[in-house]
């Protein structure tokens, strides 16, 4: 079965960059986008974008565009999420997910329950 995990989390500075993968293991097919979902202490859980597998084309929630960017490497199963400007309040766990199947009249799915296997996650903090 399909495993996804991601990596690159830790501490960093208001303003600083960083780069967060998620390494896709024991697929027979690929998916057709995976997506990244972030999720702060005490709250729900917050669609930030994803990428279509088949193509690269990629979509973003409003409040994240212009600072964070989502890339594939097809050859190592792999997505990345750069994020850029960090703030205090991108602290949270940050979770990617396949999507396997497309939303029925737009392809990419913004709700968790588009999704259908889960990383374990990997929190940011962001503080000075």
């Known amino acids: 079965h399909v495993q996804l995990v991601e990596s690159g989390g830790g501490s960093v500075q208001p303003g600083d960059s960083l780069t967060l993968s998620c390494v896709a293991s024991?697929?027979?097919?690929?998916?057709?986008?995976t997506g990244w979902f972030r999720q702060a202490l005490g709250k729900e859980r917050e669609f930030v974008g994803t990428?279509?597998?088949?193509?690269?084309?990629?979509y973003y929630s409003d409040s994240f565009k212009g600072r964070f960017t989502i890339s594939r490497d097809n050859a190592k199963d792999t997505i990345y999420l750069h994020m850029n400007d960090l703030k205090p309040e991108d602290t949270a766990v940050y979770y990617c997910?396949?999507?396997?199947?497309?939303?029925?009249?737009?392809?990419?799915?913004?709700?968790?329950?588009?999704?259908?296997?889960w990383g374990q996650g990997t929190q940011v903090n962001v503080s000075s």
């Open positions: 997910a396949d999507q396997d199947t497309p939303v029925t009249g737009r392809g990419f799915g913004t709700e968790w329950n588009h999704y259908d296997t």
């Open positions: 024991g697929r027979t097919l690929r998916s057709f986008a």
């Open positions: 990428i279509k597998w088949g193509g690269g084309g990629t």
